[in-house]
């Protein structure tokens, strides 16, 4: 399931430069996820490094975007392999 990120959003700027595969970057208002790009870190990480440095805790879950471990680990192995 990808990430998402709420209109609680502060831009702090701290989630950004954490994305290991770069799905996160400056919306119209707030910092927004692409989620064919969010991976949950799976392949980088053992939790989201976004979630992880986010101070006022407004990336939960996008319930539009439910995949499981494997899907995630798939979709990050064909963005590995898109940069290589």
Not at 8 to 16: F, K, P
Not at 23 to 52: F, K, M, R, W
């Amino acid at each position: 399931m990808a990430l998402m990120i709420t209109d609680e959003c502060i831009n702090c700027d701290v989630c950004e430069p954490e994305c290991p595969n770069g799905a996160i970057s400056q919306g119209d208002e707030i910092y927004e996820i692409d989620p064919n790009l969010c991976t949950e870190c799976v392949g980088h990480y053992d939790e989201p490094q976004c979630v992880l440095v986010c101070p006022v805790e407004c990336i939960p879950k996008d319930p539009e975007h439910a995949e499981t471990e494997d899907e995630l680990m798939e979709k990050y192995k064909i963005i590995q392999e898109s940069l290589g």
